[in-house]
């Protein structure tokens, strides 16, 4: 397993991978890996000649007062996991050397980005993510590219922003991993504070507490959103960030469960901020 922490080497890589005719899969992440990244970096293993994952905390995506100081960095368990789960190549670039000092360009996808997480953490945050990842393709150019839909609005976000500025790149959403009791994976799992990881599982209840209402019948999105909310909110030590129900396709609002929907949501609890999400219809699914 090659590391390139160079910008200009993994530029010639890539420019070398694409006259040989080998296709590349590129799995994004912040580092901290967990069985969810793993699970992304295999099927790129299966389906590219050459599987890069890129591990960068990317300070653009993170708003005043977030966790960017905190987030997790788990360098020496990262290379681990990549080499276990098959990457041939970690490119882990350098803040200063993605953002130089009179960097000045960003992308940002604009509608899909005002609701949802965009609305709670800022519009900031995904113009740090479209940006990071539109340049992360430009170095890489990966033929595809991975990301979890537990990050569902990511993941939408993302695939707008190829299909506007002509990336030649696929992007390929994967299942949301989760522990056995139903907690989505995500690196900032680890920053629960262990009298807090049952409660973690509210959000998770919520959301299947709605699909099982959606199942019995019920379509109206205000019934559903005041169910789970209620849920969620029965414990004082979590804060409701949000909890929406959208159409996966626009990220806009909803008042009738009459086609398949996103019901999203987003919780504080001991400081540490936690989404997940579960795409259900009238006629199902009724499992993930
Ligand atoms: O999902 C993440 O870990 C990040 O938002 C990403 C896509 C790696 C961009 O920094």
Request: proline share 5%.
């Amino acid at each position: 397993m090659r590391i390139i922490e160079n910008l200009e080497e993994m530029r010639e890589t890539a420019g070398e991978l694409a006259i040989g005719g080998q296709s590349s899969g590129l799995v994004p992440t912040m580092g901290a890996l967990h069985d969810g990244h793993a699970s992304l970096l295999r099927r790129s293993a299966a389906e590219n000649d050459v599987n890069i994952i890129s591990i960068f905390v990317n300070p653009a995506q993170f708003m005043p007062g977030e966790d960017y100081e905190s987030y997790p960095r788990t360098w020496d368990a990262d290379l681990e996991a990549a080499e276990a789960a098959g990457v041939d190549i970690v490119f882990h670039p350098s803040a200063e050397d993605m953002y130089p000092p009179r960097a000045q360009t960003s992308v940002v996808v604009h509608a899909l980005t005002r609701g949802l997480c965009g609305m709670s953490r800022g519009q900031g945050h995904f113009r740090g993510v479209t940006t990071v990842v539109a340049k992360l393709f430009n170095l890489v150019r990966p033929t595809r590219a991975y990301f979890g839909q537990k990050d569902a609005q990511q993941a939408v976000v993302i695939q707008r922003m190829v299909i506007d500025l002509n990336f030649p790149v696929e992007i390929i959403v994967c299942p949301i991993v989760r522990e056995a009791d139903g907690l989505a994976l995500s690196s900032r799992n680890r920053n629960l504070p262990p009298e807090h990881r049952q409660r973690a599982l509210a959000l998770r209840e919520a959301l299947t507490l709605g699909r099982k209402l959606v199942r019995g019948g019920e379509t109206d999105v205000s019934a559903l959103t005041y169910a789970m909310g209620q849920h969620i909110l029965r414990d004082n030590d979590i804060e409701l960030d949000y909890l929406e129900i959208v159409s996966p396709e626009t990220l806009e609002a909803v008042d009738k469960l009459d086609d398949l929907a996103l019901i999203a949501g987003a919780v504080k609890i001991g400081g540490v901020r936690l989404i997940d999400n579960i795409l259900v219809g009238p006629t199902g699914p009724w499992e993930d």
